[in-house]
């Protein structure tokens, strides 16, 4: 296939009437469209409708961003509780079940309802501030499998802003390096440390990643990008990386322009950064958890706690765009980790723990090698087992069954783990 011609990458926006828009209209169309999804989720949503009750508030009391304080969070480990007791979706959905196009599952599991229409901005923002353009054929190497992401957010964004999308998946990296030259892929969409591993294969089999390939734009997330995988990428490829960040429960929270200058919030939806233990908002340049409110009436989650800690700051961007940005993820809240773009609770440590009775203690290390994670499950074993090796391929068939990722086993003398050790151990460090 020919290459296609050049085409400015520098300057774009989705929606630029939105995007640029003065701080105080911004406020007032966020407050409106708060308005309308609290009075819908509390007619529509049973879940809603009783966080609300038990607060003792009804819509009437939520007017603004601000108001939103008065709603209790629901976390995570709220969903999955209340997905037991009322399945599938635990009484958040919008829309009677007939309605949906397709039910998600994510790690926990948890149920997730798909729309008939993919309506959501943020992750098309995302793609166009960061270099993607209309007829840009673009390999999407996020899971296809069971979660939301690939197919439903990606795929969905890639078509809005006109590319072509070639749903590749994970894995298979031989067979991606073929791909990206034989099509002449511009596009690249998936974890940083994949993008690494598809140029490692395409260096080993013979092929000049810039004359060969025509890699132009990387929209990357589901891990942390540090700026020193970011230049190594960019300068071997010749092309933009740029980040975004979000949950599969409610979409994008944040992306980045050609500036880097923090991660641009979109514009359907509303974050806030509060305190941890008390739910209330600390404001730009303070530190607090991300949580998150979407106006999406098929699923309307409202004051989301992601669990991840970051800092808001609303000075002007470079690029154009008015809108606050998370100047970067400083971390978790709790124990759960992600990996390789997964999240691994402490929940699913112990599951694998309570499979093996030879285990008396236990602790999941993650580390960082050649930009790459690894994890590590060190074990204390209660006594000697005759036959080691096979104990370990079990742990690490369990790791692989609970996790759906892969980590290795290593048995540890008594003593090695102290009591009261964090089940999860993030040793990775981000220069």
């Not at 009075?39 to 009391?61: E, T, V």
């Not at 969905?156 to 991606?176: A, F, K, M, W």
């Not at 980045?256 to 305190?275: F, W």
Request: hydrophobic share 35%; glycine share 10%; aromatic share 6%.
């Amino acid at each position: 296939m020919p290459k296609p011609e050049v085409m400015d990458r520098t300057v774009g926006f989705l929606k630029k009437n939105l995007e640029t828009q003065p701080h105080k209209k911004r406020l007032e169309y966020l407050n409106q469209k708060l308005r309308g999804i609290i009075q819908y989720a509390y007619k529509n949503s049973i879940a809603f409708q009783h966080k609300m009750d038990s607060a003792g508030l009804k819509p009437k009391d939520i007017q603004a961003i601000k108001d939103l304080e008065k709603i209790p969070i629901t976390k995570k480990s709220d969903l999955l509780e209340l997905q037991k007791k009322h399945p599938p979706f635990g009484g958040f959905e919008g829309v009677p079940i007939g309605e949906l196009k397709r039910i998600f599952i994510s790690p926990g599991p948890i149920f997730e309802p798909g729309e008939m229409e993919y309506n959501e901005l943020g992750w098309a923002q995302g793609m166009v501030a960061g270099g993607f353009r209309p007829g840009d054929i673009t390999i999407n190497t996020f899971s296809y499998h069971m979660v939301p992401f690939a197919l439903h957010m990606v795929d969905n964004s890639l078509h809005r802003i006109g590319c072509i999308s070639i749903p590749t998946g994970v894995g298979n990296t031989e067979q991606q390096v073929h791909i990206l030259k034989n099509l002449n892929a511009t596009g690249f969409c998936g974890t940083p440390s994949f993008l690494l591993t598809i140029a490692e294969k395409a260096e080993e089999l013979g092929f000049d990643l810039q004359k060969d390939l025509n890699l132009k734009v990387g929209f990357v997330a589901a891990e942390m990008l540090p700026e020193s995988l970011r230049s190594k990428l960019e300068d071997k490829f010749g092309m933009i990386i740029r980040q975004t960040y979000g949950t599969a429960d409610i979409g994008c929270l944040g992306y980045e322009c050609l500036k880097k200058s923090g991660m641009h919030i979109p514009d359907d939806k509303i974050v806030e950064i509060v305190d941890p233990q008390t739910g209330k908002q600390v404001g730009p340049g303070k530190t607090g958890e991300i949580v998150a409110t979407t106006f999406n009436k098929v699923y309307p989650l409202i004051r989301f706690g992601t669990g991840d800690l970051s800092i808001l700051t609303e000075t002007p961007c470079p690029c154009g765009r008015t809108s606050p940005r998370l100047l970067k993820i400083l971390g978790r809240v709790d124990q759960v980790t992600k990996v390789r773009g997964l999240f691994v609770h402490p929940g699913q440590v112990d599951e694998v723990a309570s499979r093996h009775p030879q285990i008396a203690r236990y602790q999941i290390l993650v580390a960082r090698k050649e930009q790459k994670d690894e994890m590590v499950f060190r074990i204390e074993l209660k006594e000697e087992v005759p036959q080691p090796e096979k104990l370990k391929e079990e742990i690490e068939g369990s790791i692989r069954d609970v996790m759906k990722l892969r980590g290795e086993v290593l048995f540890t003398p008594k003593g090695t783990i102290p009591e009261g050790a964090k089940k999860i151990e993030d040793q990775r460090t981000w220069a």
